[in-house]
T-cell receptor, first 118, second 114 residues
Framework: DTGVSQDPRHKITKRGQNVTFRCDPI?????LYWYRQTLGQGPEFLTY????????KSRLLSDRFSAERPKGSFSTLEIQRTEQGDSAMYLC????????????????FGEGSRLTVL | AQKVTQAQTEISVVEKEDVTLDCVYE???????LFWYKQPPSGELVFLIR??????QNEISGRYSWNFQKSTSSFNFTITASQVVDSAVYFC???????????FGTGTRLLVSP
């Protein structure tokens, strides 16, 4: 399978614990995005990487959240001291290049990592 | 600020009916991009189409068609002769040039019954 893969698919944790999600993008894609989706809502942008550089972070990303993409390949999203409000689906997407006339702008999404904080 | 509104929360149709999903957007950008994504029960968002703000041509792809009207800031999606496999949540999204942050609507859940 050459699509975007995310791990784990499901995570149940107790409030206050730390969790880490991993995303493996499509290999030739230099851009990687994290989105969060809560029940009944559309995905909300969290952050994005161009290669290994984190170029944009949403205000939704509190200090408890940190994302890395150390070698410009896979990425991790860590949530420290989880709260019940962090329960959501965390979606990773990748793309090739920037949105423009010659690029379809398609984001390729993984199946997501569902977090439940008890 | 950019905003996407999908007023229809859920639509139920019987197979073979035509159905239109509405999308209204707000942006101050002169160049922008509109998207439709499908999210089946498996959860993976699947790209359906992208439209540039400077291209108002409607598009048809098989049973799918899209109507982009800049004058009303709408980008509606029609499925002709719906099928059970079309059951999913459909999201309209708005993007600008550059780093491709997409602003999604809240989605419309389409239920197609046999």
């Amino acid at each position: 399978d050459t699509g975007v893969s995310q791990d784990p698919r499901h995570k149940i944790t107790k409030r206050g614990q730390n969790v880490t999600f991993r995303c493996d993008p499509i290999s030739e894609h230099n851009r990687l995005y994290w989105y969060r989706q809560t029940l009944g809502q559309g995905p909300e942008f969290l952050t994005y990487f161009q290669n290994e550089a984190q170029l944009e972070k949403s205000r939704l990303l509190s200090d408890r959240f940190s994302a890395e993409r150390p070698k410009g390949s896979f990425s991790t999203l860590e949530i420290q001291r989880t709260e019940q409000g962090d329960s959501a689906m965390y979606l990773c997407a990748s793309s090739l290049g920037s949105l423009g006339i010659s690029n379809t702008g398609e984001l390729f999404f993984g199946e997501g990592s569902r977090l439940t904080v008890l | 600020a950019q905003k996407v509104t999908q007023a229809q929360t859920e639509i139920s149709v019987v197979e073979k009916e035509d159905v239109t999903l509405d999308c209204v957007y707000e942006t101050r950008d002169t160049t922008y991009y509109l998207f439709w994504y499908k999210q089946p029960p498996s959860g993976e968002l699947v790209f359906l189409i992208r439209r540039n703000s400077f291209d108002e041509q409607n598009e048809i792809s098989g049973r799918y068609s899209w109507n982009f009207q800049k004058s009303t800031s709408s980008f509606n999606f029609t499925i002709t002769a719906s099928q059970v496999v079309d059951s999913a949540v459909y999201f309209c999204a708005l993007g600008n040039t550059g780093f491709q942050k997409l602003v999604f609507g809240t989605g419309t859940r389409l239920l197609v019954s046999p």
